[in-house]
């Protein structure tokens, strides 16, 4: 009896390892053979040109895999004459993607071209891991040359460890002011105010919102404007002081004529103040500081804030999930940036997004002509549309006789690695891009945002901060994550503490390394004027 | 058996505490099984709270119909078995002679599986081991690396150990060899710490998670959790300029999905094992 069941164990175990064997040669199933190609495919390679193959790493958020001689693969070699392969990578916000690119180096094994996370560049750098660009980008890839700024090309020349001034790195770029203050102007409309120009005006409009009942289902539920947790995505109220910041986290900017870490300026704690008072009525969310992304974002989409902060161009995301949620057709408008008595207000912009690409340094000439070719259609203007577009039958579809983007879809879609209309933006590569997603359906919501995002060139101003590396916090990582201004501006703004612990705070960031990092900053600010 | 008020006061005072931790350990289940059966619009509201709001199964046919999870699943599912048996084999293979008292080599061999089990290996050498011995983006990694865990052997040597030494006397009398007495007598009496040890082999790697993180790099050949994290982001702040889709599901509501589903085997079938602790299973073997 007790052998039959142990056989019968053993049994069991023996027919799954061959389901298991013969599944693993398996290979993939319907997904590749589902998008219909680009056409030509073997009479490219057969021109006498070896197709040469780069492993390019970019953020997978959990789309497929770009498998070699698959169809965005075939796409892409069609457009530029290069293979690209890319495979898919934990992401998980950076830290597995980062864990598994360290892993690969040390292993030799760094791909061809990748995203670097975290600051992981400077060390690269440094190690003499990365191919230098400096001489190939002019010569080899002019539209990429071309098309990023030269103020940018300058900020990544301060990069170069040795100060020789060398490019490593490839930008991610924004040509416009990214995000602003967003408010419901159906609101607006409905209660016969114009859209806030003062401070006094501002606190009017806020508390019309909350008294007046704008979304009209007789709660008085309506929360003015609020931001989420760590005081972030609030920063328009911090802005009105002049506080250059960036989803919530304080930026560098010149104040009384040095570069200084704005949490640290006297304008930072006249807009605690502004912030503790509004608290204090009620004109901001109660919940604010205990807001997830999800737990705010549910708020906007109940129908119920007024006021967010947040890209310009994606109000539309915002208005189609209002309605599909609540029915309301909302319209959302960028609200001008307002000063603050004795203050000049902006919406911070920032050309330098991040780091886009670098390429693994190699005397393979073959490789570096072929990357060559992949960076200079990458910065190809005219192929833009295209790359945003991606296969037609997957990631796009013929809608009378044009061609529109479809929705996504893990399951079927690869994942689209070259994206230079979004890493490159500007007003129009982002305008062409809404309009490519545009349906009758979605018209509504997409012109909001379209019209949006145009507005945006007029409100922002470049912070002299913008594309400073990490490097500058090196040895105090506190700074860098910014503890000490989360603890106590939470507090001041709760009213736990009074706002004469800012100047404390202020002792106390300079004291914990506040001082050495500015000193840092400020050189560093010094070899990008040169 | 009497017992006095007192002792009941505090039998019924640990139910309570244990039910109310009972509770608040089923909360957030509770709250991730309502979120896969909510509309996208209660999803975009953040109002699921215990119970599915705008019940709806879009989430779980889009899940379900994507044969790629079936696949992830049917790999972690014969891993899991293979692995098991596999390791339960090796383990009581090598926790039987360790157990006995007169094998002097067996002192220095347990000192080196207790080392093992305190100093860890640093990643980036572990990884090159592991892809040299060739494993690297091949099913075997989910197997060989977990099929000798230093607890359960500790544990399974310790069994060893207390089993009664009349039986095997007994069976060397009748000319039994260690193999014989291994397979016939020692295995069979043993369920019990063949059963937890085996679960606990089980439930490692149907979870595992940092080998493959660490060595499987085909899509096709990921187990189950690695292709629910696929499945699951917490969406991060770029905005990206999409199409707009009409369906009832957004990203939160399908990785909810997706958790249940990884949950449902383990849930299925613990249960069924708790017979096999069976208590008392060495009592009345050893006769006179």
Redesign the interface.
Known sequence: M?RNKTMA??L??VM??S??AG??S??????TSKAGTSGKTEESSAAGEKTVDLEVWYTN??F??VKKDGPLYNFYKDMFGVGIVS???????GT?YQ??L??KI??GEAPDMFMPVNGMEADLVKNGALLDLTDLLPEKAPHLWETVPKEVWDVIRSYDPSGQGRIYMIPSVFDYPLMSAIIRQDWLDKLNLSMPETQEDFLNVLRAFKTQDPNGNGLADEIPTGGRQEARWMDYLFAMYGISMW?GFPQWDIYNGELTYSAVTPNMKDALLFIRDLYKEGLIDPETLLND???W???I??DKVGIYY??A??T??YA??LE???GVRAEWAVMPPISAPGYEGFYTEKKIKGIQWVLKNTDDQEKIDAAMKVLDAYGNKDLWQKF?LGVEGEHSKMVDGKL????????TMENLVLQPG?DISTIDS?TQ??ES?K?D??AWSIDQSIANVQKMPNYGKLIAGDGMPNSVYEGYADIMNRTLYVEYASKIITGEYPIEKFDEFVQKWNASGGEAVTKAAREWYEKTQK | MTESIKDKAFQGAITFILCILGIIALIPLLTVIARSFSS???A????INLWPVGFTLASWK?ILS???LW?AF??SL??T??GT??ALAVTSLMAYPLSKSNFKLGQILMLYVIMTMIFKAP??PY??TV?GMGLFNN?LVLILPHILSAYNLAIMRTFFKQFPAEVEEAAMIDGCGYFQMLYKIVI?SSKAVLTTVGLFYAVTMWNQFQHP??FI?????FPLQ?KI???I?????F?????????NYTE?TLSAATVVFAIIPIIAIYPWLQKYFAKGAMLGSVKG
Not at chain 1, 404 to 410: G, I, R, T, V
Not at chain 2, 217 to 221: A, P, S, V
């Open positions: 007790k164990l053993v069991a175990g799954a390892a389901a298991l599944c693993g398996k290979g993939v199933t319907a997904e958020t959990g497929l895999e495979p898919y990578v934990e992401w998980n916000g597995t864990e598994q360290n892993l040390a292993a989803e992304k999800a737990g974002e549910g708020k989409n109940s947040h890209w161009q994606a539309y995301e189609t999930s599909s949620a609540t945003f529109m983007k479809l929705p996504e879809d893990k399951k979004k982002i891009l809404l997603v349906t359906e979605t | 996208k619009a209660a975009d509201m953040n109002i889009y994507d044969p790629g696949k049917f790999i014969s891993t078995i293979i048996v596999l990643v980036v990884f090159l892809k099913p069979p993180i660490m790099q085909k899509t096709g050949l690695l994290r696929q499945l982001n917490g969406g991060s702040d905005a990206n300029i999409a199409a707009v889709a009409n369906v939160s």
